[in-house]
C-alpha cells in the first residue's frame, strides 16, 4: 500500500483534530448542563460523565476513520511525544502541530458561530477552557493543575505506545486510546477542565477569555513535557524498543 502524502497526512490531522474540539468541547458547552423548560427545570445535560466520553469518542471515531492515514495523533503533545520515542520523525512535526492548532481554532471558531446563535449567550467563562486557580472548575492550584496535566498526557502517551504496539491485540487500539482519553476526562475535569492537548486549548481560550488566555502556557508546557518522558521513557521502563516505526502501520491494521 503506498504511504500518504504529507498533504495527506496533514488533511488527516485537520479532520481529526476539528472534530475532537468540535465534539468534546461542544459537548462540554451546548449538553453538558441543559434544563428542561417546564416548570420542574429537570436537569438533562449529560454532565461530566457525558463530556468525558464525547472527548473520548472523537479520538476513538477518527483513529479509526483516519487514523491509518495520518496516524491519529489530534495533539500537539502526542506528536512531539511520538518524536521523543522514536516513532514519528521530526521533520515532520512543525507541520503536524500547525495543523493541529489551526484545525482546533476553526473548530473553536464554528462552536462560536453555533453557540451565539442562542439569545443571551456569552462566551466569557463559558466556552469549555481550561485553567487553574479561579479557572479551575474545583478551585486547584497551578500546581496541582501541572502535575495532573503532566502524568494524565505521559500515561496517554504510554496507552498509545502500548496499544500501537505488533503484540497488542490486533484492531484494539484506536478503543484502547479512545477509552483512555475518557479515563483521563473522568479524573481530571473538576482540576483543569481537561486539556492534555494543547491544541483543544488553544482552540477555545481566546473566544472564553476570562483569564483563559493568560494560563494557556500551561496547557502548552505541562503535556508536552508529560508526553516527551513518556516517549524517553516506554521503551527503557518496558522493554520494547520500536525505534524509528511510524505508528500509523499499527492504526492502519486496526482499521481492517
Avoid at 18 to 43: E, M, N
Avoid at 49 to 59: D, E, Q, S
Avoid at 147 to 156: D, G, H, P, S
Wanted: charged residues 10%; proline residues 5%; neutral net charge.
Amino acid at each position: 500500500m503506498r504511504t500518504p502524502t504529507l498533504p495527506a497526512r496533514l488533511g488527516a490531522e485537520f479532520l481529526g483534530t476539528f472534530w475532537l474540539v468540535f465534539g468534546g468541547c461542544g459537548s462540554a458547552i451546548f449538553a453538558a448542563k441543559f434544563l428542561s423548560t417546564d416548570a420542574d427545570k429537570v436537569q438533562l445535560g449529560i454532565g461530566f460523565v457525558g463530556v468525558a466520553l464525547a472527548f473520548g469518542l472523537t479520538v476513538l471515531t477518527m483513529a479509526y476513520a483516519v487514523g491509518g492515514v495520518s496516524g491519529g495523533h489530534f495533539n500537539p503533545a502526542v506528536t512531539l511525544g511520538l518524536v521523543a520515542g522514536k516513532r514519528f520523525p521530526i521533520k515532520d512535526a512543525l507541520p503536524y502541530i500547525v495543523t493541529q492548532v489551526v484545525a482546533g481554532l476553526v473548530a473553536g471558531l464554528v462552536l462560536y458561530v453555533i453557540a451565539t446563535g442562542k439569545d443571551g449567550f456569552t462566551a466569557t467563562g463559558h466556552f469549555a477552557a481550561n485553567g487553574y486557580g479561579a479557572n479551575s472548575p474545583g478551585g486547584y492550584s497551578l500546581l496541582a493543575a501541572f502535575v495532573a496535566e503532566f502524568v494524565l498526557t505521559a500515561f496517554f502517551l504510554y496507552v498509545i505506545l502500548g496499544a500501537t504496539h505488533d503484540r497488542a491485540p490486533k484492531g484494539f487500539a484506536p478503543l484502547a486510546i479512545g477509552l483512555a482519553l475518557t479515563l483521563i476526562h473522568l479524573i481530571s475535569i473538576p482540576i483543569t477542565n481537561t486539556s492534555v492537548n494543547p491544541a483543544r486549548s488553544t482552540a477555545v481560550a481566546f473566544f472564553n477569555g476570562a483569564g483563559a488566555p493568560g494560563q494557556l502556557w500551561l496547557f502548552w508546557v505541562a503535556p508536552i513535557l508529560g508526553a516527551l518522558f513518556a516517549g524517553a521513557t516506554f521503551a527503557a521502563i518496558t522493554g520494547v524498543d520500536r525505534s524509528d516505526e511510524d505508528i500509523e502501520g499499527e492504526v492502519a491494521a486496526a482499521r481492517r
